[in-house]
């Protein structure tokens, strides 16, 4: 069974950081891109990063290009968003996926919540 | 502002048909890459219900169809149930700038 579980959510204030972990299983991990996605309260869905499937090349949406860093470590099977300069507007829900190349996001996590607060 | 467009809500009567527009533009749909879409119920995590433009995954209900043609997607749910209730996103891939993966920004599907 495909499972996606991520952790490392919490309170932080503004200009703080968090790691967040997305722990992958069920499947072969090195075979996929992996993705965050992330859902303000009451908002809709906003892609926020990427990474292919050997670790290489990644990609970031424009409001957390120069902040947010994406990894993966494949021998651990899982995927890492490490957030920095946080602000309010980056409290969401963060959730994990997959996908190959750019076919659908097929599985996903239950998500893990940031919440930048003073 | 979301890349992609979906109407915010619609509604429908139990049984009936709706429909979902999704629309794009000649860097995304346009340029011939798929739309995907999602249902998310509250308090869970989106699902997808139509992948590749008008494919359903194993599990899906054949009431949900998909469709694509020039900058343009469409979610079709026919005999509309009590539990089709929930957001749904379209998604896809643009081209522009460095690259994204984009989303539509959701639309609430009320069955009344």
């Known amino acids: 069974e495909v499972q996606l579980v991520e952790s490392g959510g919490g309170l932080v204030q503004p200009g703080g950081s968090l790691r967040l972990s997305c722990a992958a299983s069920?499947?072969?991990?090195?075979?996929?891109?992996m993705h965050w996605v992330r859902q303000a309260p009451g908002k809709g869905l906003l892609w926020v990063s990427s990474v292919n499937s050997d670790g290489g090349p990644t990609s970031y949406a424009d409001s957390v290009k120069g902040r947010f860093t994406i990894s993966r470590d494949n021998a651990k099977n899982t995927v890492y968003l490490q957030m920095t300069s946080l602000r309010a507007e980056d409290s969401a829900r963060y959730y994990c996926?997959?996908?190959?190349?750019?076919?659908?996001?097929?599985?996903w996590g239950q998500g893990t919540p940031v919440i930048v607060s003073s | 502002q979301s890349v992609l467009t979906q109407p915010p809500s619609v509604s429908g009567a139990p049984g009936q048909r709706v429909t979902i527009s999704c629309t794009g533009s000649?860097?995304?749909?346009?340029?011939?890459?798929?739309v995907h879409w999602y249902q998310q119920l509250p308090g869970t995590a989106p699902k997808v219900v139509i992948f590749?433009?008008?494919n359903r995954p194993s599990g899906v209900p054949d009431r949900f169809s998909g469709s694509k043609s020039g900058t343009s997607a469409s979610l079709a749910i026919t005999g509309l149930q009590a539990e089709d209730e929930a957001d749904y996103y379209c998604q896809s891939y643009d081209y522009s700038l460095s690259g994204y993966w984009v989303f539509g920004g959701g639309t609430k599907l009320t069955v009344l």
């Open positions: 069920g499947f072969t991990f090195s075979s996929y891109w």
């Open positions: 996926t997959r996908a190959v190349g750019l076919t659908d996001f097929d599985y």
């Open positions: 000649s860097s995304n749909i346009g340029a011939g890459y798929d």
């Open positions: 590749g433009n008008s």
